[in-house]
């Protein structure tokens, strides 16, 4: 039965690989968006702030005090005090952003801790518009706004429980794709956004002008079943059966490791550490993103 194990451990491990590795390295990119861009920075500590802008660092103890003053003074009556146990803290950074022609410049600030990341990221050179772009433009017979007036009704029909009509996203629309030859006999990709109304596209010959890592993001987003059969269909079968397969690699791992009987004291407390160590990075990380009054959102 192990030798069965085994070999589907290991050619599954084969089959999926360019998966994992391009998961792998685009997922990493998120964590680190200049690399393959032409970027510059500087670290510009409290003293270089305070210096160049006035900035000083905020308090979170002053300002959680002032906090209490105010929800006290709303209608607290005076009944709401700090909890000593927990330390206040300012999560999160501010943002800012002044474009330039060539480039976008950024400033990351830790207001709790006074310090800043000046970045420069210059962009890739801007494609010319083709000569067809157009905005707003309407197709008689193909308007989201027709299928609106269409479906209206649909949900009483079918006995569906409704406040109101069914009413189309706001940016979720189909896009026409077509290829067109020009004057010349030159070949164009031509899109129409029919959502938005807008006319688009480049040079078939011409590679789109986005960087590798922009497309490795891409790529990495790109989920859900399509509708029809096609490369996209595919690329979130494969998207499943990685999941699927990284799920199998664990436990046919784990039970090939008890296989091994010399290995078994160490490899448990490797497993036991292991099990510790993401049980505290993760309650860890939930009750970071948790501390607040979150809510459960429905995609779309």
């Not at 607290?76 to 146990?85: A, E, F, K, Q």
């Not at 497309?215 to 269909?233: F, N, Q």
């Amino acid at each position: 039965m192990f030798r069965v194990v085994r070999r589907i451990h290991m050619y599954t491990g084969l089959l999926m690989f360019p998966w994992v590795l391009l998961f792998g390295i685009s997922g990493m990119l998120f964590n680190h968006p200049n690399v393959g861009e032409k970027t510059e920075g500087a670290r510009l500590g409290p003293q270089a702030l305070e210096e160049l802008t006035g900035f000083l660092p905020w308090d979170p103890e002053s300002a959680a005090n002032a906090l209490v003053e105010e929800l006290n003074a709303v209608g607290g009556n005076g009944s709401y005090t700090l909890d000593p146990s927990y330390a206040p803290g300012f999560h999160g950074i501010v943002l800012f952003r002044a474009d330039a022609p060539e480039a976008r410049n950024l400033l990351i600030l830790d207001v709790e801790q006074g310090v800043g990341l000046l970045s420069t990221r210059y962009a890739r050179p801007k494609a010319e518009p083709p000569p067809f772009a157009l905005q707003d433009l309407q197709l008689n017979g193909f308007s989201i706004d027709r299928i609106e007036d269409q479906v209206d009704g649909l949900l009483e029909a079918q006995g569906v429980a409704t406040e109101g009509p069914l009413k189309a996203h706001p940016a979720i629309g189909p896009t026409l794709r077509l290829r067109v030859l020009d004057a010349q006999g030159e070949a164009w990709n031509v899109t129409y956004n029919v959502r938005r109304g807008l006319v688009g596209g480049r040079r078939t010959a011409e590679p789109s002008n986005i960087g590798l890592n922009q497309l490795l993001g891409m790529l990495h987003m790109t989920h859900h079943y399509t509708m029809s059969l096609s490369a996209p269909w595919f690329w979130a079968l494969f998207e499943d059966l990685l999941g699927l397969t990284m799920a199998l690699w664990a436990l046919t791992g784990l039970a090939m490791w008890w296989q091994m009987k010399p290995t078994r004291t160490l490899g448990l407390l490797a497993v036991l550490a292991a099990l510790v160590i993401a049980y505290l990075i993760t309650s860890g990380t939930a009750g970071h993103l948790m501390f607040g009054q979150v809510e459960y959102k429905l995609s779309p």
